[in-house]
Nanobody, 117 residues
Framework: QVQLVESGGGLVQAGGSLRLSCAASGMIFTLHAMAWYRQAPGKQRELVAGVTTGGITNYADSVKGRFTISRDNAKNTVYLQMNSLKPEDTAVYYC???????????WGQGTQVTVSS
C-alpha cells in the first residue's frame, strides 16, 4: 500500500522560504514520477512542480525561478524548496506519485502553506 507523508508546511511571511518533504513507502520509489500539486480555497488543484524517474523537472510558470523540486532515491523522499514566497502561494500542498508504466496515481494527505503579506 502506497503511503505518501508530507511535512514542512506552515506560516511564513512574504519573501520567506519553506521546504516541503514527502516521504514515500509501500512502493518502488524509482519507478514513480513525483510531483507537488497545490489547491487554494475555491480553486482547482494545480501542478506546481514535477520530477521524472530520470530526474527531469518541470514547473508551473508561476513558481519558476522560486521553487525547486528534487528527489532523493536513497531516502524515498521528494522535496520542494520554496523561496521568495508570495501570499498567492497560500494553499494546501499535495505530494503525488505516478507509476511510470501503469500511470496509477497516489496522493498524500496534504500540508498547509500560508504566506502572510
Amino acid at each position: 500500500q502506497v503511503q505518501l507523508v508530507e511535512s514542512g508546511g506552515g506560516l511564513v511571511q512574504a519573501g520567506g522560504s519553506l521546504r516541503l518533504s514527502c516521504a514515500a513507502s509501500g512502493m518502488i520509489f524509482t519507478l514513480h514520477a513525483m510531483a507537488w500539486y497545490r489547491q487554494a480555497p475555491g480553486k482547482q488543484r494545480e501542478l506546481v512542480a514535477g520530477v521524472t524517474t530520470g530526474g527531469i523537472t518541470n514547473y508551473a510558470d508561476s513558481v519558476k525561478g522560486r521553487f525547486t523540486i528534487s528527489r532523493d532515491n536513497a531516502k524515498n523522499t521528494v522535496y520542494l524548496q520554496m523561496n521568495s514566497l508570495k501570499p498567492e502561494d497560500t494553499a494546501v500542498y499535495y505530494c503525488n506519485a505516478q507509476h511510470r508504466i501503469t500511470r496509477l496515481n497516489s496522493w498524500g494527505q496534504g500540508t498547509q502553506v500560508t504566506v502572510s503579506s
